[in-house]
């Protein structure tokens, strides 16, 4: 009996030593310093290239409608051709339009001889009166024939000149210069005035490419609108996925308003494009030459964080301690990132092994690097 409970007294001394040197170990072992490499924040003189989604527009476009009912009777064009002003495109069914016109002549004519009439026999009736032949009454029957045979002309006239017109109207020619698209109707078609679309005109050469820029921006585009540009200027140039487009743009307007709703105000450029490269329609993106002589601060890219859509990076401190800090970016460059706010020249951030960080956390510096981050 004796000895059980010294076994148990000699078990719960050894429990008791175990925590003890357990405890004690907890106390003295602190988490291992994270490895990481760390940069000095500075400023530097950046040039880069705003980006803008933009589309390419025609500076002159418009759907060809016909001003007068009928079948179409001929075409003038294959689909696809470039056509010049006034080059004949369509033409409507003339027959009824010139039988009204050749009527709307014989009417004038008739008016005509009537006016003809009505002034001999006002001329008489006159001549009568000055010897006191005939009656007043009659006299002023005369001249009131006159005055109605002349109004009768001219409404046969005017009337003359509209059947005339629809009857130019049936021949449809190009309003200017540019490429025609793919016909909307075939020989035979019945179209109506001012609703059938018979086909689009453009021009397309040289073209637009619109874009919208922010209200904050209008001074800056406003300055580069007033400067103009010179020959090869690279202020303004369009991309298509990883294909640069040749030529070089230049800025043609902003739009007279700024967007209440979007805060944007609309863009042009204006773009040669003599091999026919672009097409009304297209999506492209607009790079603007950003050649600022402020300076900007800039970080590799690597060094920012992401949480919940908001940005961040980690600032080294005393103890070797680092704490987040949140961050605005800007536009990046290459590897690199612009930060609008939230860090200022001289400060030490981490740049690799951020994913293993979190504030507070306690870093051991393995490379140290004191140049300008990010410096294009």
Do not use: W
Request: aromatic share 6%; net charge neutral; charged share 15%.
């Amino acid at each position: 009996m004796v000895l059980k409970l010294i076994g148990n007294s000699l078990q719960v001394v050894a429990v008791i030593s175990l925590v003890s040197c357990g405890q004690k170990q907890q106390q003295q072992g602190l988490p291992p310093a994270i490895a990481v490499t760390v940069d000095t924040v500075s400023s530097v003189n950046a040039v880069y290239y705003d980006e803008y989604p933009g589309t390419v527009v025609a500076l002159n476009q418009t759907d060809i409608r016909p001003q007068v009912t009928g079948y179409i009777t001929n075409i003038y064009f294959k689909d696809g051709q470039n056509v010049i002003k006034g080059q004949k495109l369509y033409s409507i069914d003339q027959q009824l339009y010139n039988a009204n016109y050749q009527q709307a002549i014989a009417n004038l004519q008739v008016q005509q001889t009537n006016l003809v009439k009505a002034q001999k026999d006002a001329d008489r009736y006159h001549e009568l009166d000055k010897h006191d032949a005939i009656a007043k009454q009659q006299v002023d029957y005369a001249d009131a024939a006159l005055e109605a045979a002349k109004k009768q002309v001219a409404a046969a006239q005017a009337n003359v000149e509209a059947v005339k017109a629809n009857l130019n109207f049936s021949i449809i020619p190009a309003p200017f210069s540019g490429t025609i698209g793919i016909s909307q109707v075939r020989l035979g078609t019945s179209v109506v005035a001012g609703q059938t679309i018979l086909n689009t005109i453009s021009t397309d050469n040289p073209v637009a490419v619109d874009f919208a820029v922010d209200q904050s921006e209008v001074y800056r585009f406003s300055q580069l609108l007033q400067q103009g540009q010179r020959v090869n200027d690279s202020t303004f140039s369009i991309v298509f996925g990883n294909d640069v487009y040749p030529s070089y743009g230049k800025i043609s307007l902003l739009d007279r308003a700024v967007d209440p709703q979007t805060g944007t105000i609309r863009t042009r450029l204006i773009f040669p494009n003599d091999k026919s490269l672009l097409k009304s329609g297209m999506t492209t993106t607009v790079k603007v030459l950003n050649n600022t002589s402020k300076k900007v601060i800039t970080i590799p890219y690597k060094a920012v964080t992401e949480q919940l859509g908001e940005f961040f990076v980690y600032i080294l401190g005393d103890s070797s301690k680092v704490t987040q800090t949140k961050v605005t970016l800007g536009r990046t460059i290459g590897a690199s990132v612009i930060v609008k706010d939230g860090l200022k020249g001289g400060e030490i951030i981490v740049v690799q092994g951020v994913q293993n960080l979190h504030e507070g956390s306690v870093v051991s510096v393995s490379n140290s690097v004191t140049t300008a981050a990010g410096k294009p």
